[in-house]
């Protein structure tokens, strides 16, 4: 009892209890508390919701004659090669592939199923007005992480082509057996396949040294050193170094089938079905490969395999005038704009289709200070992406702007095969058109830099540098680097070699080759000069100052043109972008469509005091975009944490 009453007395009353709110700094604190609480859990369901797919795919209304009308209007394909949080020269950026998606969405583009495509060519059933069949290749787990939640806001529905090898190893960059149930079951995702395995065949380095057959790892390795003198595993004969077949036919016929009951029993096995869909690899063969009988071979699988085959690649749309196994898709490069993209899709459709077509303008403030020419602009943040139109130009002419005297900053962005070209100084006004019969222009065409001036009708070029050497700083020899790709070959050899033994042998060669003595440059040797690559990125800093007669060209920093003498220029401002031929690419991605991007643009006469245009972040439009990135840091660190 004693106790009972001591702990009563020891008990606070409830005025004791909630003494520590009395005081105006302990309500401070509490509602801090409460505060910083409900920031946290609004935090955890923002991120949760950015990264959980929390719903299913929900089909279009077949029914919705706004969707289907019932007459004939085909289908565009499109295929991406993968997706990365930021991008890289082949993986697509998930902001880049969220505006393009997005504005197919606006468009009116429904995606379509596997199961609607052979509907409409085994079937006759109609598809939508605007249908897409969207593809993603490679089955890489990353695409499938980033791009999940951006299908399940579009209601969009996609195919994730995979490679059954990968099942069979368990390699944890593809998604897994256990990943394809999962997304199965929300609806976004359909699977197909690209084949058993990717594996190169008849292949020759840039010297023409042969190499022979290599797996994807050691492709990868050395592919820096490859030109475009290679074969896909399934596309023809296995040869030697001189192009003759070192297997027979029923060899050829051996092989083939193989790899096509290989990747049978592991889907069947493992999935619990052989997919509906197959892309071969290779694309734009004569039919299913490089040569008849094994075109032949080719068609006797997959025919009986699936249902339908993606079989060309560099066009978009689909109708019964090609078969459901001649399927082709366009493979949407991670370096094109959005207007690049619907420029493609606009030219493939017929022509009745193509006013479907809108193109984005982005900030349409800053798009309505300028005439569109020709072509196609979108003003995204700082950049104005000028695109062209297929195998011509786009152009660009700044209204209300008239000088003698101009400063011009800018960033050029884009790619290196193309042109890029900044005009000063073009006759013409707002009312009337620049009818370009004289001018001064500052140009990027495929990597070099002309400084030009064009006056009664003759046009001289002022200036001229090869943007390579500007930056060749230490020149390598064509002895050097054909050294450096047989030691990058005998390494990846051994890095991948079946034993230790093996293994050792090709170090040893290696280290042997990389000790050689060969000539240089300076010694003599001609310099290896590297062909350009259509998805090479430009980057190039431009400051033009020009007063009177007079300009002063500085790139990237360095000085190049000192107040050299020039006819005086008088008019306005244009930017030009242009097709620069389809140029080399190892992936022979054939592109007729260039995309200017024209960054921090700035132009002022030359003392500073009136600036023409000014395409700067500034104010809110700054502090949004640090936001931005500052949020997306944070979404990252989740990404790669959890």
């Known amino acids: 009892m004693a106790m009972t009453e001591e702990k009563q007395e020891q008990e606070p009353t409830l005025k004791q209890k909630h003494f520590y709110l009395q005081s105006k700094k302990d309500w401070i604190k509490f509602i801090r508390s409460i505060l910083e609480w409900i920031s946290l859990i609004v935090l955890g369901v923002v991120i ?51 505006e393009e998606l997005t504005t197919l969405k606006k468009l009116g583009y429904v995606t379509v199923s596997q199961k609607d495509v052979e509907n409409y060519y085994y079937h006759k059933k109609p598809l939508p007005k605007k249908a897409l069949f969207l593809v993603f290749e490679d089955g890489r787990r990353d695409t499938v992480l980033f791009t999940e939640k951006l299908l399940e806001r579009l209601n969009y529905q996609a195919t994730i082509l995979t490679y059954a090898e990968k099942f069979k190893n368990n390699d944890q960059k593809f ?33 023409h040294r042969f190499l022979g057959e290599l797996d994807s790892r050691e492709f990868i390795e050395i592919n820096q050193y490859i030109g475009r003198n290679y074969n896909h595993y399934l596309m023809d004969y296995e040869r030697d170094k001189n192009g003759i077949p070192i297997e027979s036919t029923k060899e050829m016929k051996k092989r083939i089938d193989r790899d096509y009951q290989l990747m049978k029993k592991i889907y069947s096995k493992q999935v619990g079905k052989v997919p509906d869909l197959y892309a071969i690899m290779h694309s734009n063969t004569s039919r299913y490969g490089d040569n008849a009988n094994v075109s032949a071979e080719n068609a006797v699988n997959l025919e009986s395999l699936f249902k339908m085959n993606i079989n060309r690649e560099g066009y978009s749309f689909d109708n019964r005038k090609n078969s459901i196994y001649d399927l082709t898709r366009m493979e949407v490069q991670a370096w094109w704009y959005q207007n690049h993209l619907l420029m493609r899709v606009k030219d493939d459709l017929p022509k009745k289709d193509r006013k479907k077509i809108k193109f984005v303008k982005g900030n349409v403030k800053k798009y309505q200070q300028w005439k569109l020419v020709k072509g196609a602009a979108e003003f995204k943040k700082d950049t104005i992406a000028l695109t062209s ?51 001064l222009s500052v140009s990027l065409e495929n990597n070099k ?41 005998l390494k990846t050899r051994g890095k991948f070699a079946k034993n230790s033994t093996l293994a050792e042998l090709y170090q040893m060669k290696a280290l042997k080759e990389k000790h050689k003595k060969v000539k240089s440059v300076k010694q003599g040797a001609k310099e290896y000069i590297p062909e350009i690559q259509i998805n090479d990125p430009g980057d190039v800093k431009v400051d033009l100052m020009v007063t009177g007669n007079k300009v002063w060209l500085t790139v990237d920093g360095k000085k190049l043109v000192k107040g050299q003498v020039i006819k005086e220029a008088n008019g306005g401002i244009a930017l030009e972008s242009a097709f620069g031929g389809f140029g080399e690419s190892q992936r022979n991605i054939a592109d007729d469509v260039y995309d200017g991007a024209f960054q921090n643009l700035v132009v002022t006469n030359a003392s500073g005091s009136k600036t023409y245009v000014d395409e700067r972040l500034h104010g809110w439009e700054l502090a949004k975009d640090k936001w931005d990135s500052f949020w997306n840091k944070i979404v990252d660190w989740f990404i790669v944490n959890l």
């Open 389 to 439: 139109d297929s195998e011509s130009n786009g152009l660009l002419t700044l209204k209300k702007a008239q000088g003698k005297t101009f400063h011009v900053k800018c960033e050029l962005l884009g790619n290196k095969i193309g042109q890029q070209t900044i005009y000063l100084g073009t006759q013409g006004t707002a009312d009337k058109k620049h009818n370009f019969s004289s001018y």
């Open 48 to 98: 949760f919701r950015a990264l959980f797919v929390t719903k299913t795919y929900q089909p279009y209304d077949r029914n919705d004659p706004k969707i289907v009308d019932g007459k004939d209007h085909g289908l565009i394909a499109l295929s991406y090669f993968g997706v990365d949080r930021e991008g890289t020269d082949t993986l697509i950026s998930l902001q880049r592939l969220e």
């Open 449 to 489: 830099l002309y400084l030009r001036q064009k006056s009664g009708g003759t046009t001289k070029t002022l200036f001229k540098q090869d943007m390579y050497k500007l930056h060749d700083d230490h020149p390598v020899s064509i002895p050097e680097d054909k050294k450096a790709a047989l030691v990058a070959e």
């Open 175 to 207: 998604v897994s057996v256990k990943d394809l149930k999962r997304l199965s079951k929300e609806g976004f995702w359909e699977l197909g396949t690209n084949g058993y395995r990717l594996s190169y065949i008849n292949t020759y380095d840039r010297y």
